[in-house]
């Protein structure tokens, strides 16, 4: 086989296996890597202060556009990015790398078995049956620590609401931030 033939035999089946590999996580997870738009991220940045101190943790980066901008909002703080999907993960590594920010660390794992308890704030953009298990873990592990969350769309139930802005996109998008402790 030419060398040139050989080349793109290689290149095809790698997006080949990189495609399979997202749609196989995406299945996996109920989710796919799709980004928080622009306008919907500078909403969510706005309400994350930028003094905060402690552990900002990103649960479920994608390809780490938000993970970067959060990093860059608080540079008192430590970003936790968590991500399971191997192409998004890498992707996000590779940005946070490029980006030498010292206080992002990305990690591919899965939030759900990560020990939040030192978390300052959360941050979210995934979907109704990943929020009923996230709100399950956090009322489990951490009961009674108050905490300051923002998500995208999809909410926390029966955390209290302390702000809620409606971005102006085609979508209306609900950008919440919810701080203190679940109500029982
Ligand atoms: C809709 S994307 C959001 C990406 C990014 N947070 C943003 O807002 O731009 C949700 C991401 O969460 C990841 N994810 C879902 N469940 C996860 C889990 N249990 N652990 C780690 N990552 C997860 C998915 O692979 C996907 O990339």
Same mark, same amino acid.
């Given at each position: 086989m030419p060398p040139r033939d050989a080349i793109a035999l290689v290149v095809l089946v790698l997006v080949a296996a990189g495609a399979g590999s997202i749609i196989a996580f995406t299945l996996k997870l109920g989710i796919s890597p799709m980004p928080t738009s622009p306008k919907v991220r500078v909403t969510m940045l706005s309400l994350v202060p930028s003094e905060t101190r402690g552990v900002v943790h990103e649960l =479920? #980066? =994608?390809?780490g556009g938000l993970a970067l901008a959060l990093a860059r909002q608080c540079p008192h703080a430590r970003v936790v990015a968590w991500e399971l999907s191997w192409v998004p993960y890498a992707v996000a590594a590779t940005r946070a790398r490029l980006a030498r920010l010292p206080n992002l660390e990305v990690r591919r794992a899965d939030f759900f078995a990560a020990?939040?308890?030192? #978390?300052?704030v959360l941050v979210c953009y995934l979907f109704t049956g990943a929020m009923r298990r996230l709100d399950e873990k956090l009322r489990r592990e951490l009961p009674g620590a108050p905490l300051l969350v923002v998500t995208n769309t999809f909410l926390l139930h029966g955390w209290p609401e302390e702000r809620a802005v409606v971005v102006d996109d085609l979508y209306r998008t609900r950008v919440v931030r919810s701080v203190g402790v679940p109500l029982p």
């Open positions: =479920g #980066a =994608g390809w020990d939040l308890r030192e #978390a300052s």
